[in-house]
């Protein structure tokens, strides 16, 4: 696997690989990588792209210091995992190297994506997820990127980016990896006692209860539904339970024509917070 430091070798090095009519994908990440991650390298690396890794903990997408400072950087590992799923390039730049201008200013239209759900509960999280993947979509001019659903507001919000910049980047969504049991991985799993594990089944067993019901009863008996059962399972404290279309992320009442919708999660068990959603439309 080759590293790449700076914006001017990795450009230098995509254009090669673009002369010689190499298609790229990128997974872009923030380190720390577990299965899910590599579940969307081997995505990118389907139909024979060069597939690029970036790490780089975005500090524009923290609004607590204190968890940027806290944010886990175990490279060594990375590498390793990332040579053992035979990725052809990481790309490893520094906070100097992607804002050499400290005073830079980004903003961009994002309806009311940064503002409900994660973006209520981390205001200007979204606007740094899209600058920081701007500045990656330009530097690497990626044919496809790869996201995983888990963080389904996430793609919503790079899909908008796309969109409003009209970039030519394909936007791969990758299915959520769950564990046998129905857990959706989660680099904060391990922060879970066993009795913590068991319990946040009750979060995919709440989301497979809606996705069941969802064409013949009405969202709201759904909802409740899939709350009592999380009251049932005791120490699992529920953030929010909606279903919701699937671009805009608004809640809604009812199935409307056309349209497609997602049912979001998040709860606390343990003090971890766990996010986790599911399609409804698709199987
Ligand atoms: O999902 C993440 O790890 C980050 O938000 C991303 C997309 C790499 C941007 O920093």
């Given at each position: 696997?080759?590293?790449?430091?700076?914006?001017?070798?990795?450009?230098?090095?995509v254009?090669?690989q673009?002369?010689?009519?190499?298609?790229?994908?990128?997974?872009?990440?923030?380190?720390?990588?577990?299965?899910?991650?590599?579940?969307?390298?081997?995505?990118?690396?389907?139909?024979?792209?060069?597939?690029?890794?970036?790490i780089?903990?975005?500090?524009?997408?923290?609004?607590?210091?204190?968890?940027l400072?806290?944010?886990?950087?175990?490279?060594e590992?990375?590498i390793?995992?990332?040579?053992?799923?035979?990725?052809?390039?990481?790309?490893?730049?520094?906070?100097q190297?992607?804002?050499p201008?400290?005073?830079?200013?980004?903003?961009?239209?994002?309806?009311?994506?940064?503002?409900?759900?994660?973006?209520?509960?981390?205001?200007?999280?979204?606007?740094?997820?899209?600058?920081?993947?701007?500045?990656?979509?330009?530097?690497?001019?990626?044919?496809?990127?790869?996201?995983g659903?888990?963080?389904?507001?996430?793609?919503?919000v790079?899909?908008?980016?796309?969109?409003?910049?009209?970039?030519?980047?394909?936007?791969?969504?990758?299915p959520i990896?769950?564990?046998?049991?129905g857990?959706?991985?989660?680099?904060?799993?391990?922060?879970?006692s066993?009795?913590?594990?068991?319990?946040?089944?009750?979060?995919?067993?709440?989301?497979?209860?809606?996705k069941?019901?969802?064409?013949?009863?009405?969202f709201?008996?759904?909802?409740?539904?899939?709350?009592a059962l999380?009251?049932?399972e005791?120490?699992?404290?529920?953030e929010?339970?909606?279903?919701?279309?699937t671009?805009?992320?608004?809640?809604?009442?009812?199935?409307?024509?056309?349209?497609?919708?997602?049912?979001?999660?998040?709860?606390w068990?343990?003090?971890?917070?766990?996010?986790?959603n599911?399609?409804?439309n698709?199987?």
């Amino acid at each position: 696997m080759q590293i790449f430091k700076t914006k001017n070798e990795i450009q230098a090095f995509v254009k090669q690989q673009k002369a010689e009519n190499r298609r790229i994908a990128l997974v872009p990440t923030m380190g720390a990588l577990h299965s899910g991650h590599l579940s969307l390298l081997d995505k990118a690396k389907e139909n024979n792209t060069l597939t690029i890794c970036s790490i780089f903990v975005n500090p524009t997408q923290f609004n607590d210091p204190k968890d940027l400072e806290k944010y886990p950087r175990p490279l060594e590992n990375d590498i390793r995992l990332l040579e053992k799923a035979e990725c052809d390039v990481l790309f490893l730049p520094d906070v100097q190297e992607m804002y050499p201008d400290k005073d830079e200013k980004w903003h961009i239209d994002l309806g009311s994506l940064d503002q409900i759900w994660e973006g209520a509960n981390r205001p200007g999280h979204f606007q740094g997820v899209t600058q920081v993947v701007y500045k990656l979509f330009t530097i690497i001019e990626p044919d496809v990127a790869c996201f995983g659903q888990k963080d389904f507001q996430q793609v919503m919000v790079v899909q908008r980016l796309i969109d409003s910049k009209q970039l030519p980047v394909t936007l791969i969504i990758c299915p959520i990896i769950r564990d046998e049991k129905g857990l959706a991985l989660s680099s904060r799993n391990v922060r879970l006692s066993e009795t913590g594990k068991t319990k946040a089944l009750v979060l995919s067993r709440a989301l497979t209860l809606i996705k069941e019901g969802f064409q013949e009863q009405s969202f709201a008996a759904l909802l409740s539904q899939a709350k009592a059962l999380i009251a049932g399972e005791g120490d699992v404290e529920l953030e929010y339970l909606a279903i919701c279309e699937t671009t805009t992320l608004m809640e809604t009442e009812r199935i409307e024509p056309n349209q497609n919708y997602v049912a979001l999660i998040v709860a606390w068990i343990d003090g971890v917070r766990l996010i986790d959603n599911m399609l409804l439309n698709n199987n």
